[in-house]
């Protein structure tokens, strides 16, 4: 298994005079991207079992911010860092309007949760405590407790022997205050909640019975502890959850081998520090400060609930059959011209093929053209970069078959792709053991790009290139709930310059001039520079101009400026960003032709495009690129990404179709005020309403029709 080779260099510096006053703090923005997905479990119009769905996922967003930005400012403060964000506050600013701002969200998600739960009782759906039931559902639970509860329970006291229990990521505990009736003595004790455990237990129905019933498993241990500890008295017990610091810092420079330095920070970060408790808010004081004390913690650490600590647990409710309670269906659509080929290399070779997912179907197409690789006996290598991949992963098994076959197989895996590295390392060791060339890539960079190579010799003898360049990860279960896009071509140009992307990942190559891809840290940022400037350029010469770019997130403070150059210039320029933006829109003087716009739906927005109106008023003979990277400065320095131009005119026609449905989006689309707050596009008085995923959905089944 080949180590990560160092970085050998960085991208030219480019300057631009950063103002921080030009900048919104990237941390509160991007909790205002959780404010909207919070929205969402509010806004009537989506099915009752889709707004729980929201609840989660709110709740699951905020798990990973708390561990991984709460974590780093903290890690800021007893480093003793004095490092400012771009908007010039110092950490201990930041983490103080974060608590303000998590305070206010909590209190909207317990209201939401509240009215979710009256709703959820109109349509038979119930959630109980275990002491509001009784007789035979007693019955029953205590039995279900006795069989599939009790034995897997762990108790845990502390006393002069029992040091206080190591409390793990994430977990849920319940606390508790036990007295010695013989002794008089008091102590603490923790029982896990485990994940083998369902967090709400159904309720059998009877003949004829249309509710479901639902019993949360905490008030069920909480109502049989005396199983647990015969003889102690039971004084006080309290639910609580602990969040730990995810920003576990990994010297590469120092490492001799980089999957040991992973291994390791796997086990840094599940002893990491702690950085939230989640508790309930009638908690005795004296085990709050039990608690405080021996988890280390500070009074801004600790949250209040009332409501549900873990809303994971309400996946047994959003999970039911109930479709009138849930979005309409969709099913991928594999396109007609896939059916019509039976060879995907002939098919790519009569032109370039945009996929977008999940409209397209991933596996009809992405994971075909891989599949079909490993099997025909005329592709010689695949190459291939792995930065996200689900179990069972189809791609895993192609590349071993590959391998079995004696084809040269290199995948690059991505050992630090974060809350994925354990599985990362398993695979790892699998594609290794089946005799595939396992690569790390280059110590110090992320390998971000979502990139396959293969190599194929034609009838003719031919030696030919295909390559597909995506926007996101080879993850056959995300592909059914992200956007994503995705290019396959053999054009030379473009396949010639992919093949030294690998070389720079594998081996040693210096090669800077890439003419056609934008490959970071090397090129992208200085191309995509170049490319505003050109736009200021043709702006002054009387020429069209207009920019737009879709993204994740856009915090970098260069592209930032520069984006606000091309905005005193006179140019339009739209950002479709879905989660933080740290640039101001709209400020008279500096970003008044800046309009910023976030789509959340039931689709989350991963795609990343690039268009420049590059001197034309016809949008389709604009510059577009597609690609991994983000206008963030992780992506742009301290990732390998790529990104490709798209040349084929019909296929910038169908980027263009989709960039103009999310500029007309009135259902899905949220407009970024210059203070930092976004407000929601609806629809005007009888005016159609246009959300961007039906409108999608729509159009790729008429369009298929339209084929047949």
């Known amino acids: 298994m080949r180590k990560r080779r160092s970085a050998t260099r960085q991208p030219k510096k480019i300057n631009f005079n950063v103002d921080p006053t030009h900048f919104l703090n990237r941390d509160i923005s991007w909790l205002h991207f959780n404010r909207r997905v919070l929205q969402e479990a509010a806004d009537k119009r989506n099915p009752l079992l889709e707004r729980l769905r929201f609840l989660i996922i709110f709740s699951t967003n905020l798990d990973e911010f708390v561990m991984k930005r709460i974590g780093y400012l903290k890690h800021q403060i007893t480093s003793g860092m004095n490092h400012r964000s771009v908007d010039g506050q110092s950490a201990e600013d930041q983490l103080t309007k974060i608590r303000k701002h998590i305070n206010e969200d909590l209190e909207t998600q317990r209201s939401i949760y509240l009215n979710l739960v009256v709703e959820l009782q109109r349509h038979d759906i119930f959630i109980y405590d275990y002491e509001d039931l009784h007789g035979e559902d007693q019955d029953y639970l205590k039995s279900y407790f006795k069989r599939k509860v009790f034995p897997v329970l762990t108790p845990l006291s502390v006393d002069p022997g029992h040091p206080f229990p190591f409390i793990s990521n994430l977990s849920y505990s319940l606390g508790i205050i036990l007295k010695n009736p013989q002794t008089e003595t008091i102590l603490f004790s923790r029982v896990k909640i485990p994940q083998v455990i369902p967090g709400l237990i159904s309720l059998p129905k009877s ?366 320029i739209t950002l479709i960003v879905r989660g933080f933006c740290s640039l101001k829109p709209g400020i008279k003087g500096l970003s008044e032709n800046i309009q910023v716009i976030s789509v959340i739906g039931r689709f989350l927005e991963h795609s990343r495009i690039f268009y420049f109106a590059n001197g034309s008023d016809n949008p389709v003979e604009g510059e577009y690129f597609v690609g991994s990277a983000d206008w963030m400065h992780r992506n742009l320095h301290n990732r390998v990404e790529l990104i490709t131009p798209i040349f084929d005119l019909k296929l910038r026609e169908k980027l263009w179709e989709f960039l103009d449905i999310m500029l007309k989006d009135n259902r899905q689309a949220w407009y970024l005020n210059e203070n930092g707050t976004y407000t929601q596009k609806v629809p005007a008085d009888g005016e159609e309403e246009r959300g961007t995923h039906v409108e999608l959905m729509m159009k790729t089944i008429q369009r298929e029709k339209a084929h047949n």
């Open 207 to 572: 003949d004829g019975d249309k509710k479901f019933r639902f019993v949360t498993t905490v008030t069920l241990v909480r109502s049989n502890l005396p199983m647990l500890y015969p003889g102690m008295e039971i004084q006080n017990t309290v639910p609580f959850r602990v969040s730990r610091n995810a920003d576990v810092d990994h010297r590469e420079d120092e490492a001799q081998d980089l999957l040991i330095l992973v291994e390791e920070g796997i086990k840094e970060r599940r002893l990491a520090d702690c950085v939230r408790l989640e508790i309930h808010k009638d908690t005795d004081h004296n085990i709050m400060n039990f608690l405080k004390d021996s988890l280390e913690i500070l009074d801004d650490d600790i949250y209040l609930m009332d409501f549900p600590i873990d809303f994971g647990i309400l996946k047994s409710i959003v999970d039911l059959d109930l479709p009138n309670l849930k979005f309409k269906p969709w099913s991928p659509i594999i396109p007609k011209q896939f059916f019509e080929s039976s060879n995907i290399f002939n098919l790519i070779r009569q032109g370039d093929i945009l996929l977008h997912h999940p409209y397209d179907s991933f596996s009809g197409t992405v994971e075909r053209f891989i599949s079909q690789a490993a099997e025909d006996p005329n592709v010689l290598t695949i190459k291939m970069t792995l930065y996200r991949t689900g179990d069972n992963s189809p791609f895993i098994r192609s590349l071993i078959k590959a391998a079995e076959k004696g084809k040269q197989v290199v995948c690059l895996v991505e050992l630090k792709a974060r809350f994925d590295e354990q599985r990362n390392i398993v695979w790892a060791q699998k594609l290794e053991d089946a005799g595939v060339h396992v690569v790390y890539g280059i110590l110090g960079l992320k390998t971000h790009t979502k990139t396959t190579l293969i190599i194929r010799q034609e009838a003719d003898g031919e030696i030919m290139s295909y390559a597909h360049i995506g926007t996101g990860n080879y993850h056959s279960q995300t592909s059914n709930l992200y956007t994503d896009l995705g290019l396959l071509t053999c054009n030379k140009k473009i396949c010639e310059e992919i093949v030294e992307v690998f070389n720079y990942l594998t081996g040693s190559s210096l090669k800077t001039d890439y003419n056609e891809i934008l490959v970071a840290p090397i090129n992208m940022k200085s191309r995509f520079i170049a490319k505003i400037q050109q736009e200021i350029k043709n702006k002054k010469a009387g020429k069209p101009a207009r920019i737009i770019a879709k993204m994740n997130s856009m915090e970098d403070e260069v592209m930032t400026e520069a984006l606000y150059e091309a905005s005193r210039a006179g140019i339009q």
